[in-house]
């Protein structure tokens, strides 16, 4: 279970317009299509396909970050 000391540095991690090194970012990306995957596959129900979406969109998200910092240089 996790106590307010290790969730910590997952919630820092997790904050909108913080870049991430590209090792974080790929275990991010992977986490949120392993997650979009396991809603897909579960009953279609609103809600299931409402997270599968959302993590769909956050590992999107992730790889318009690796693209825009790979254009930068």
Same mark, same amino acid.
């Given at each position: 279970?996790?106590?307010?000391?290790t969730?910590?540095p997952?919630?820092?991690?997790a904050r909108?317009?913080? /870049?991430?090194?590209?090792?974080q970012r790929?275990a991010? *990306?992977?986490?949120a299509? $392993?997650?979009a @995957?396991?809603?897909?596959?579960?009953d279609a129900?609103?809600?299931?396909l409402?997270? /599968?979406?959302?993590?769909?969109?956050r590992?999107l998200? *992730?790889?318009?970050?690796? $693209?825009a910092? @790979?254009?930068r240089?």
């Amino acid at each position: 279970m996790a106590t307010a000391t290790t969730a910590a540095p997952a919630a820092h991690l997790a904050r909108p317009g913080r /870049a991430l090194d590209p090792i974080q970012r790929q275990a991010a *990306l992977e986490n949120a299509l $392993s997650c979009a @995957l396991y809603f897909v596959r579960q009953d279609a129900t609103p809600q299931n396909l409402w997270a /599968a979406t959302a993590r769909t969109n956050r590992a999107l998200t *992730l790889l318009k970050q690796a $693209s825009a910092e @790979l254009r930068r240089g």
